[in-house]
């Protein structure tokens, strides 16, 4: 079989880029700043909708911080707040180093976040790591203040709703129930549990009657297998080409891509063929301190109408008819 080489430049998985959140005891490495969505609605006292832009299957915000305005990519696979320290300057630079499909990248840095605001939503003293997202920046050629993770979102069930454009942010009470539920996101039709591989949601799912287990991430373009754990469900990838993939320290890595067919949640939801790349996990699972046979992302994503409650680890399935909030 021929095969096609070619270069991909767009971030297939904005966790390649984002390291586990270093942890600083100094309290000198931090900075104070202020970090707004200016452009999302109240939509009661316990909720905010916020829109977005898909940008190569990236969920994309406008966010505030400090005086500087731009956009951040919602990414269920990063840890938590992180900056573009081409536009925050940390205190100090730790010696902490990121790592990726192909290795180590580049150097990561802390500061504190003084208020995170969503509208009435607002976040005291976050936390926030800086890294250098020019190649993200570059391939999507358009400028990016950072990335908007776990440690932001993990006490609201946020609802996805790609067809519309929007993200609902809904308060919980301490048992992870919604204080106050809005018409749009009552239409619950199925849930799934999920579990923390160290911050990102696991789930499993079947490939050919086969259990695997997936990451869900919002920061994923396609969705990704890993070599080692999907020997038994290869059958059902339709394999396209070979292409070289640009790791974010410049080095390129051999992958496979293609259709992955099968693939079904409860026996019940089957998902039809979907972009796929097969790749080396090591890193990853250094990451997410688990062991994963594969990562699900936007081509899995998209044609769902779901909600992600970190509290009760839910992943809940909406009524795919739409209910204007």
């Known amino acids: 079989m021929n095969t096609t080489r070619q270069y991909i430049f767009c971030f297939l998985l904005i966790l390649i880029t984002v390291p586990v959140m270093a942890h600083a005891d ?66 100090q630079l730790l010696a902490d180093r990121g790592v990726g499909v192909s290795g180590a990248t580049s ?17 005291s003293r976050m936390e926030a790591q800086t890294i250098d997202l020019r190649q993200l920046e570059n391939r999507k050629n358009m400028r990016i203040l950072g990335l908007i993770g776990y440690k932001v979102i993990r006490n609201f069930e946020i609802m996805f709703d790609y067809r519309q454009r929007f993200l609902t942010f809904s308060k919980l009470d301490k048992a992870g129930n919604i204080l106050l ?19 990102i949601p696991v789930i499993e799912v079947k490939v050919d009657k ?10 994923a373009e396609v969705n990704l ?33 293609g259709k992955l067919y099968r693939l079904s949640l409860k026996d019940r939801y089957k998902c039809a063929g979907m972009s796929t790349v097969v790749v080396n996990f090591k890193h990853l699972e250094s990451i997410y301190q688990t062991k994963l046979d594969g990562i699900l992302g936007y081509e899995f ?19 795919l008819e739409y209910i204007k909030p």
């Open 181 to 199: 539920s809005l018409p749009h996101t009552e239409q619950k039709v199925d849930s799934f549990d999920f579990y923390l591989g160290n911050f």
């Open 107 to 123: 150097e990561v840095g802390t500061l504190q976040v003084d208020s995170l605001f969503f509208d009435e939503i607002v976040f």
């Open 210 to 219: 086969k259990k695997k287990k997936m990451g869900i991430d919002t920061g």
């Open 26 to 91: 100094n309290d000198s490495l931090f900075y104070q700043v202020r970090f707004s969505i200016p452009f999302s609605q109240s939509a009661g006292p316990s909720s905010v909708i916020v829109p977005f832009d898909i940008e190569g299957g990236l969920i994309v915000i406008k966010a505030k911080v400090n005086d500087i305005e731009g956009s951040f990519i919602v990414d269920t696979g990063a840890n938590g707040l992180v900056l573009n320290k081409h536009y925050f300057t940390p205190s």
């Open 301 to 319: 994503l998209a044609p769902w109408l779901f909600s992600i409650n970190y509290k009760k680890q839910r992943l809940f399935l909406h009524k």
């Open 225 to 257: 297998l890993n070599v080692k754990r999907s020997r038994n469900i290869m059958s059902n990838l339709k394999i396209q080409k070979t292409i070289e993939m640009a790791g974010a320290n410049k080095k390129t890595v051999d992958a496979l891509a």
